[in-house]
């Protein structure tokens, strides 16, 4: 198994820490008041707060389960119900190695690994309206064949049908 734990106090923290954004970010939209802080202080404060709460989390895990149940390359672990907690998110273990171990390998190898890695956040999104809102290279690894592990799901957002629309109608028009 993986387990994800969360550090005592850790919501306390969080909130000192929020609140000296909101100081640096009302200074900056003082200098470009064209700029709206507040807002993405606002977006940032709710994401942030969503990733403490390992129950929603778990819930994420089961969304993804269930968007990419028919991608055989790419795969999402499973919680462990009996051993999960508010603090305490307990999931199947996923082998795999880092991303980089793959920048060296042939360009068909590549080539498998990217269309994989695109299938996993794409399908979600195009979908479903559904965003893995923090894919840097910590939240994935690679199975030996190229599959996808696809890690961490504390960072969800769901966009309405006309926002992802908008997206692909902005893609087609590029």
């Given at each position: 198994v993986a387990a994800k734990l969360q550090y005592p106090d850790m919501a306390s923290a969080m909130e000192a820490d929020l609140n000296q954004l909101k100081l640096v970010f009302a200074i900056g939209q003082r200098f470009d008041p064209a700029i709206r802080t507040d807002e993405i202080h606002a977006e940032i404060t709710t994401r942030l707060?969503?990733?403490?709460?390992?129950?929603?989390?778990?819930?994420?895990?089961?969304?993804?389960?269930?968007?990419?149940r028919e991608e055989a390359d790419v795969h999402v672990p499973e919680i462990v119900p009996s051993h999960s907690t508010d603090r305490l998110l307990t999931?199947?273990?996923l082998s795999g190695e880092p991303l980089l171990a793959w920048k060296s390998r042939s360009q068909e190898d590549r080539d498998r690994l990217a269309v994989n890695m695109f299938r996993a956040w794409y399908v979600p999104f195009y979908e479903f309206g559904v965003i893995h809102g923090d894919?840097?290279?910590?939240?994935?690894?690679?199975?030996?064949?190229?599959?996808?592990?696809?890690?961490?799901?504390?960072?969800?957002?769901?966009?309405?049908p006309k926002f992802v629309k908008g997206v692909i109608d902005l893609y087609f028009a590029l």
């Open positions: 707060r969503e990733e403490l709460d390992y129950r929603r989390e778990a819930r994420h895990v089961a969304l993804y389960r269930h968007i990419l999931m199947t273990w894919p840097h290279l910590g939240n994935y690894t690679v199975r030996r064949n190229g599959d996808v592990n696809l890690l961490d799901f504390g960072c969800i957002r769901i966009f309405e």
